[in-house]
């Protein structure tokens, strides 16, 4: 069996991992990684892919830094000629990027079975590019891997599966990947080498909804300069960030350490040491979640709705009253006994899966 992985970002490489890991136990499997080159990344170096235990990719596509329509466009002619050379039994994508969703439709137009990892997941925002590739490559996977019965749900109320007959679809409740991953990389982490505080906070803000609107930054901004006052704020941000918040003027407290993007094994530690996170991204909510942490989302809606439901986090929004309101008073949920993305051991699911399909 050969199976050909679109990767677009070092994120979804972070997920990968595990099922690659899984993949070379199995010398009947051969898998073939592209790397798009989507969100071009200078840490991913060697060096990287050594550290994180990760296969290095076969192909690297240099598309990156363009529109969405010129980028995506560029990612299909250039798989779709790979896929042809490689004649793959499966093309395997990973969450919502447009990487995502250009290896999806190579795969459909080239009728070569397609299987989606993070199926399923809705925030039902559709100016959100990411819920539209998420909805579109759902559509058209034969194999759904859902990481939550939220995710199953989803779909079944958008009558998946569907063309019965005519076009084979299953949905599968694998668990969530990254969980495979935070147990394994856990094992791994680093402490930064820079002073921390014993009780620090965990932020990071690198949405467009948040990054590109100033009365959203500054909220959120204005909220961490209050926190800051009675603790350490560890905000890891993009250059790209950091310079809208300088061109703003946005007042930034003392207390509030922004710092450079950290590497994946220091952020571990960093998680796992924090006393709260505070976050837009869909991956740091549910992270927190595996290390036993809280989260207080800073965006209006969130994917990870068990998580919400349950109490371990909450949606801040980005006023700043808002978020210093439930820092205060929130009765966060504390038992993490509580099992809401399956058991660490879905690359061995999705494995199974593939080789019975």
């Known amino acids: 069996m050969k199976i050909l992985t679109i990767l677009g970002a070092r994120p979804q490489f972070i997920k990968a ?51 969405h329509g010129e980028m995506t466009g560029q990612m299909m002619a250039k798989i779709e000629e790979i896929t042809i050379n490689q004649n793959p039994d499966y093309i395997l994508v990973y969450g919502d990027t447009n990487s995502t969703l250009a290896g999806a439709l190579v795969a459909t137009k080239l ?27 759902d559509r058209i996977s034969n194999i759904l ?74 909220g959120i901004i204005t909220a961490l300069n209050q926190l800051s006052q009675n603790r350490q704020i560890i905000l890891p941000i993009h250059p790209r960030t ?8 946005i ?20 998680i796992a040491n924090s006393k709260l996170i505070l976050s837009d991204s869909g991956g740091l909510q549910k992270e927190a979640y595996f290390f036993h942490k809280n989260c207080i989302v800073l965006r209006d809606e969130t994917e990870w709705v068990e998580l919400v439901k349950s109490k371990f986090n909450v949606i801040g929004g980005t006023n700043s009253q808002s978020i210093l309101n439930l820092y205060e008073n929130f009765n966060f949920n504390k038992d993490f006994s509580v099992n809401l993305y399956g058991d660490g051991n879905t690359a061995k699911a999705i494995v199974e899966k593939l080789l019975a399909y």
């Open 111 to 137: 009728h070569i079975k397609l299987a989606h990892v993070e199926a399923g997941l809705r925030s039902f925002n559709m100016k959100m590019p990411e819920e539209i590739n998420r909805i579109l490559t």
């Open 17 to 67: 991992g595990s099922l690659s890991r899984e993949i070379a136990k199995h010398s009947e499997i051969q898998e073939i990684i592209i790397h798009t080159g989507q969100h071009y990344d200078e840490n991913m170096s060697d060096i990287f892919f050594d550290e994180m235990k990760i296969p290095k990719p076969d192909y690297f596509l240099g598309v990156g830094g363009k529109s």
């Open 251 to 270: 007042k930034i407290a003392p207390n509030l350490l922004i710092i450079p993007p950290v590497g994946y094994l220091e952020m571990v530690w960093l």
């Open 145 to 218: 891997f859902c990481p939550t019965k939220t995710a199953v749900k989803n779909l079944q109320n958008e009558a998946f599966p569907f063309f019965a007959g005519k076009f084979k679809q299953e949905i599968c409740n694998v668990g969530d990947i990254m969980q495979d991953g935070a147990i394994f990389y856990s094992n791994f982490a680093k402490k930064p080498s820079f002073k921390i505080d014993e009780s620090y906070l965990l932020c990071t803000i690198h949405r467009a909804e948040n990054t590109d609107d100033i009365s959203r930054l500054s």
């Open 242 to 249: 950091k310079k809208i918040l300088e061109s703003s003027n």
